[in-house]
Structures are given as C-alpha cells and as structure tokens.
C-alpha cells in the first residue's frame, strides 16, 4: 500500500509557488484553507486545489487532529505538499483506523473524515524536511513540536500524479 514518499521538484517551481502563497499569507489561524494563486501546472500536472495548512506553535503531539481528506470522486487522492514556514520539524503521521470515521466540516466548508485518536494505530510517519506526495484517503496529522507557525502548502490535481509513486 502506498503511503507517502519523498519527492524532487526544481527549485524555481518550489519558490515560485512558496512566494504566492507568502503574498497571500490570511490573518487567521486556520488549520486549512483554500489559497487561489497564479500558477496552474507543477511536474506537468494541472493544479486543481491550493491549500494552506496551518499548525500551532506545540500543537498536535495528543494526535487529536487525526483525519482523512475527503476528496472528490472524480479526483486522485495523491497530493503533493510543499513546505512554507517552520516545516522541517514537523512531523506528518500516518494510521490505521480500526472504526468508521465522522464527517467534518472545516470553517470554511470544506468536509473531511475526522478520527479518534483511540481508534487508531500509527503506521508511518515523516519530518517534513522536502516535498513529498502522499495518499490523503489514509489517516493523518500533523505534529508541530516548536515555539513557532508551521506552515505548509498541500496541492491537489486534476491529473493522476500516480507515475510519481512508482
Ligand atoms: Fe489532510
């Protein structure tokens, strides 16, 4: 089963896209929000969703923000994360659900299947020191283990990004 995976992208596409989303950066907290900028294709693929996933400082280490993405059927579940700010120690973590989860809302609307984390094993997880693509129909969260925003940049694709995880 794939998981995650660590993956190059070129520099320039990286910090063009990281400057965007700085140009844009919300007064607001918001774990996850939806950020519209200028650039439409990474590796070849059409962008379909730009998202800002914000963390706390010394937030999520009780794992209480465990949840799986809950797409769009006509989509790939693969995303690419790019890291923004303060990333590099911050922990992404993967699990297995042993129970159904229950759909969420974010402020903004957007849904999202939420799990205890009582109801889950862990079974991967990575430092989020480069870009990486992962499956977000497999449970996950975020740990930001330091004084500081972790901020972190999440695309989603019209196109199949599959062959990047062979
Ligand atoms: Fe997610």
Redesign the pocket.
Known sequence: MFIWKYIDIPQDDIEKIQQEFLDRLPNNGLF?QNIKINTTHILGLRIAVTVLIQMPPMSGSDNYNI???YGSPDRSPLAINIPLQNCAESITKFWKASKPAEIRQTPEGTP?RYINVKDCEQISELKFIKPFIFD?SIP?NVVNPQNVWRRGI?LRFLDNPSHLIK
Request: hydrophobic share 10%; net charge negative.
């Open positions: 996850f949840h799986s993405d999202y977000t996950h999440s």
